[in-house]
């Protein structure tokens, strides 16, 4: 025969005002027997971590932001070496305190356990940017309007160029001194800045010495009222019957030809010493 046991529920009320009384008198002879600062220190571990644990992570951001600075002043020695403490020595032993006197303080564990992935990630990012440091350069390609020019730049040898034989350099980022020199001619002098990555083209003319090296150029254009100029510099009015005549040391030349309403005409003519060289620009109309 089935009994049926009944269970009676017993409904459980707390009196917290005399469980509050009771963990004071407890409280009281931990601190008789053991000590009353003792009690206390322990009581105030949590709240010491989670302050510990504000140290480090102000620590951390005073680091990144000196980091950051000394990029920016482009010192990369100095830089490295923060990098490095931050990655040896401030992050592990923020991150191994974290991780054991963390758990005394649950509640701000996990923020400061992200915070600190945070800083691991920005070092990864640092990392990169101090590695580029050694790369702040560009490409400065450099032509001369005659052979055999010897290129210096900030009063260094580079090689040598020519109105086809182009000497290319890797710069620093900055600006610098190229100077073209050649026996018999005088230097060509110009101030160039290097972006990082840029890749910038720079034509060097040389003047001779001598009168008898010079030779002339006669501009015409199809288009009267072109505007003419010979290395960017200005040398007056063009047409088919007008024609812009100048004595210029032997050499090849940038010509262009500018006219509102019209493309720009772009030609390289040649300019031999002692002969006449003539040349006819073509203007195009805008569409």
């Known amino acids: 025969m089935n009994e049926i046991h009944k269970v009676k529920v017993v409904k459980m009320v707390f009196d917290w005002d005399k469980i509050s009384i009771q963990y004071?008198?407890?409280?009281?002879?931990?601190?008789?027997?053991?000590?009353?600062?003792?009690?206390?220190?322990i009581l105030?571990?949590?709240?010491?971590?989670?302050?510990?644990?504000?140290?480090?992570?102000?620590?951390?951001?005073?680091?990144?932001?000196?980091?950051?600075?000394?990029?920016?002043?482009?010192?990369?020695?100095?830089?490295?070496?923060?990098?490095?403490?931050?990655?040896?020595?401030?992050?592990?032993?923020a991150v191994n305190f974290v991780a054991f006197w963390g758990n005394l303080a649950p509640h701000t564990k996990t923020c400061f356990q992200r915070f600190f992935e945070a800083v691991d990630y920005a070092t990864q990012a640092y990392e990169q940017v101090i590695a580029l440091m050694g790369r702040e350069e560009g490409t400065l390609t450099v032509y001369a309007n005659i052979d055999e020019v010897t290129v210096y730049v900030d009063g260094e040898e580079k090689g040598t160029c020519g109105?086809?034989?182009?000497?290319?350099?890797?710069?620093p980022v900055g600006s610098h001194g190229v100077e073209g020199v050649k026996s018999k001619y005088y230097p060509a002098v110009r101030q160039v800045y290097i972006d990082r990555g840029e890749y910038q083209t720079l034509k060097l003319v040389?003047?001779?010495?001598?009168?008898?090296?010079?030779?002339t150029l006669i501009i015409y254009s199809d288009e009267p009222d072109?505007?003419?100029?010979?290395?960017?510099?200005?040398?007056?009015?063009?047409g088919p019957t007008t024609p812009v005549v100048a004595t210029l040391p032997y050499g090849t030349y940038d010509v262009e030809g500018q006219k509102e309403g019209y493309r720009t005409a772009v030609k390289h003519p040649y300019v031999p010493p002692g002969e006449t060289t003539v040349i006819m620009l073509d203007m195009v109309k805008l569409d």
Request: with cysteine; aromatic share 12%; hydrophobic share 40%.
């Open 226 to 238: 072109t505007r003419i100029y010979i290395e960017g510099e200005y040398y007056g009015m063009a």
């Open 163 to 171: 109105s086809a034989t182009p000497l290319k350099i890797t710069l």
């Open 44 to 93: 105030s571990i949590p709240d010491t971590a989670t302050f510990i644990e504000f140290i480090y992570e102000e620590a951390c951001q005073t680091a990144l932001f000196a980091l950051y600075n000394a990029i920016r002043a482009g010192d990369k020695e100095t830089a490295r070496a923060i990098l490095d403490y931050i990655k040896l020595e401030l992050l592990p032993d």
């Open 24 to 41: 004071e008198d407890a409280l009281k002879a931990w601190k008789t027997k053991f000590g009353a600062e003792i009690i206390e220190a």
């Open 206 to 215: 040389l003047h001779p010495i001598e009168e008898e090296n010079k030779g």
